[in-house]
């Protein structure tokens, strides 16, 4: 069974820093290219950035370019998103989803989400 | 980047109707649009990919069509586990935009 489980969320004060990890299981995640996507509370969702398979291409959203870094292991099953200078606005659940490594692939599989909570 | 516009924002329904999403892309993305449901405190979970293909094990009422930049999503025969928000995501380029999101209610 594919299972995507994220972790390290929390409450965090302005300017702070977390790391996210992402731990998947049920498949081989080097065949997969990986995204994290947030939701604010009450919100729509929003996509934050992108890896490959290889980590040779990675995105991310203007809102957080500079601040946030997407990673993997792909040996120990790991996707990270390092987060740093947190903002109030960044208060959100934090989803990570995997991408078929075909063109155009939508996010088959979600993990369950990590709430991250950016307040003094 | 693409913007992603779905009409309308809430739509009120009852069981047994028929309802249609629309999803509107600010360019061209070919085929490349897909459909997503999020109940309140889960993750939200693929239904239809690439315009009209149904993800394994989504009950048929779920059609898709359209292509270009206009998007339909329809659901025929609402049943109780269908009032949800829906979202549409366009997998054509960087970044992978979502729409606002659709919230269906009873």
Not at chain 1, 6 to 28: I, Q
Not at chain 1, 82 to 100: F, H, K, P, V, W
Not at chain 2, 42 to 54: D, G, M, N
Not at chain 2, 70 to 79: C, E, K, R
């Given at each position: ?120 | ?36 449901h ?7 979970k693929?239904l239809i ?5 149904l993800q394994s094990g989504v009950p048929s009422r779920f059609s898709a ?9 329809s659901i025929s025969s609402l049943q109780p586990e269908d ?24």
């Amino acid at each position: 069974e594919v299972q995507l489980v994220e972790s390290g969320g929390g409450l965090v004060p302005p300017g702070g820093s977390l790391r996210l990890s992402c731990a998947a299981s049920g498949f081989t995640l080097t065949g997969f290219e990986m995204n994290w996507v947030r939701q604010p509370p009450g919100k729509g969702l929003e996509w934050l950035s992108y890896i490959s398979s290889s980590s040779t291409t990675i995105y991310y959203a203007d809102s957080v370019k500079g601040r946030f870094t997407i990673s993997r292991d792909n040996a120990k099953n790991l996707v990270y998103l390092q987060m740093n200078s947190l903002r109030a606005e960044d208060t959100a659940i934090y989803y990570c989803a995997r991408e078929g490594v075909r063109g155009g692939d939508p996010f088959d599989y979600w993990g369950q989400g990590t709430l991250v909570t950016v307040s003094s | 980047d693409i913007q992603m516009t779905q009409s309308p924002s809430s739509l009120s329904a009852s069981v047994g109707d028929r309802v249609t999403i629309t999803c509107r892309a600010s360019q061209s993305i070919s085929i490349y649009l897909n459909w997503y449901h999020q109940k309140p405190g889960k993750a939200p979970k693929l239904l239809i990919y690439a315009t009209s293909s149904l993800q394994s094990g989504v009950p048929s009422r779920f059609s898709a069509s359209g292509s270009g930049t206009d998007f339909t999503l329809s659901i025929s025969s609402l049943q109780p586990e269908d009032f949800a928000t829906y979202y549409c995501q366009q997998s054509y380029g960087a970044p992978r935009t979502f729409g606002q999101g659709t919230k269906l209610e009873i």
